[in-house]
């Protein structure tokens, strides 16, 4: 462990006589507090907020991930470039110790990096609203939306089963299905889907004075405030395109069964009047009080036929859900900054795989190809799968399982969650410690020391 523990000091000092260290430092120190400055969001100071938590993370993730890929490479590279690694062999040194000690100290620097980034934009997120002048009420907003971490609840799906096949037999009856299209699965497994895709839709579908309703089980708020609320997230879109058009509408909130079976009245139900635009995410605060003691909840939305035109049409993914405070920032804060190290740890090792047997130059592009593919690989797997069948086959074969098997960066993006208050639990924390770092970076380490222990350092000249 000495041995190791040496050699990481060694790396750390090479990496502050690079300079490049001293002008990441730089770049952070100046370039955070002005982002504080210049971001404005949407005007309001939880836009701001979320705008300065967006780019200072990103700007983060984004120096230390360079910063890592080069050392990492550099320190392997310039030993064997220099013939400096043939005077640490010969002591009773290991090669694998020498990989390992090059590892610490790239993550020991990496991660001091991360811990000053993070308490510089943590302390200047703090002081935003203070520098806004926001009054009482306006914190007390911020602490609901930004400054907490909410988990969500989508309504119960609606089974559409039976409307599905009442709708083929209907189609049947009127021939418009044959028996040859019964006998493939594959045609009738699209008509089904087809189906059903168009009945699920026509259950998030309002038209003028109809009534739209939502079931949510198993609401449980946990809460120290005297007075515990929740938040109904919704997002809505209409059939012609109107991007300024706005929609009036009457939310109904709480346990209809009340109302539906006509039972005694426990809990009251909330309702709000509301004007809101079409395509953007709105929130409203709801008392807790309105929730069933066995955890039911309703959510009714009503379209005004007198006030609107158009039908209105809650998107499937994200069109509505109920979120309530799971935990507090600070916990939050910390597990987001904890997906940013697990990412530089994966490059780290992947960096010192890369330099057992490339050169620096190509060693680095192969890790940025990597780093860009994996904080795109969401995007690239949609993009394939628009494609057509002969072009979709070749890519799940080719193209799908290389990608598969880069860490999903944008998948656990921490600016997603402390951008909308959402919570980063700590089984999802898990669940990337094990992809990133415990399955693939530790794979990647491996194989870089099988090939440096095989690799010839010199050769014997006579």
Request: proline content about 4%; overall charge positive.
């Amino acid at each position: 462990m000495k041995s190791i523990w040496a050699i990481a000091s060694n790396t750390v000092k090479q990496s502050l006589r690079m300079k490049i260290a001293v002008v990441f430092i730089i770049l952070l120190v100046v370039l955070l507090p002005v982002l504080g400055l210049v971001t404005s969001g949407d005007g309001t100071i939880k836009g701001r907020l979320q705008t300065f938590i967006s780019y200072s993370l990103s700007l983060t993730s984004l120096l230390i991930c360079l910063l890592t890929i080069v050392v990492s490479i550099y320190s392997v590279t310039s030993d064997l470039d220099t013939c400096q690694i043939h005077t640490v062999v010969t002591k009773p040194v290991r090669r694998f110790q020498v990989l390992l000690g090059k590892l610490l100290g790239v993550v020991l620097l990496g991660s001091f990096l991360l811990l000053f980034a993070s308490v510089l934009i943590f302390f200047v997120t703090i002081y935003i609203p203070k520098s806004m002048g926001a009054d009482e009420s306006g914190l007390i907003r911020l602490k609901n939306e930004f400054f907490t971490a909410r988990a969500g609840l989508a309504p119960t799906p609606v089974d559409v089963s039976d409307q599905v096949a009442q709708e083929m037999r209907n189609l049947q009856q009127k021939g418009q299905i044959s028996p040859e299209m019964l006998s493939d699965k594959q045609t009738l497994q699209r008509i089904i889907n087809e189906i059903t895709l168009a009945k699920e839709q026509a259950t998030r579908s309002a038209a003028p004075g109809q009534e739209l309703i939502w079931q949510f089980k198993n609401v449980k708020i946990k809460s120290a405030d005297s007075n515990p609320t929740f938040f109904v997230r919704f997002k809505y879109d209409v059939p012609v395109t109107r991007p300024d058009m706005e929609i009036y509408s009457r939310w109904a909130v709480g346990d209809d069964r009340q109302i539906k079976y006509g039972t005694p009245v426990k809990t009251r139900i909330a309702q709000f009047d509301r004007k809101d635009k079409i395509r953007t995410f709105y929130e409203i605060e709801v008392p807790a009080e309105v929730i069933a003691d066995d955890g039911y909840l309703a959510v009714g939305f009503l379209n005004i036929a007198n006030l609107n035109s158009s039908s209105v049409i809650f998107p499937r993914e994200d069109g509505i859900e109920v979120l309530y405070k799971a935990d507090d920032f600070v916990p939050n804060y910390i597990r987001s900054v904890f997906l940013i190290f697990f990412r530089m740890v994966f490059l780290a090792c992947l960096g010192i795989f890369a330099s057992t047997f490339l050169s620096m130059p190509v060693a680095v592009l192969l890790c940025l190809l990597v780093y860009v593919a994996g904080s795109a690989s969401g995007f690239i797997m949609e993009s394939f799968e628009t494609l057509g069948e002969n072009v979709g086959l070749l890519y799940s074969y080719t193209i799908k399982p290389i990608v598969s098997l880069l860490p999903q960066f944008d998948k656990y993006n921490p600016s997603q969650y402390l951008i909308d208050g959402r919570l980063l639990s700590w089984p999802f924390l898990a669940k990337a410690v094990l992809l990133i770092v415990c399955i693939k970076a530790v794979i990647l380490l491996l194989i870089g020391i099988l090939i440096f222990n095989r690799r010839e350092l010199a050769k014997i000249t006579v």
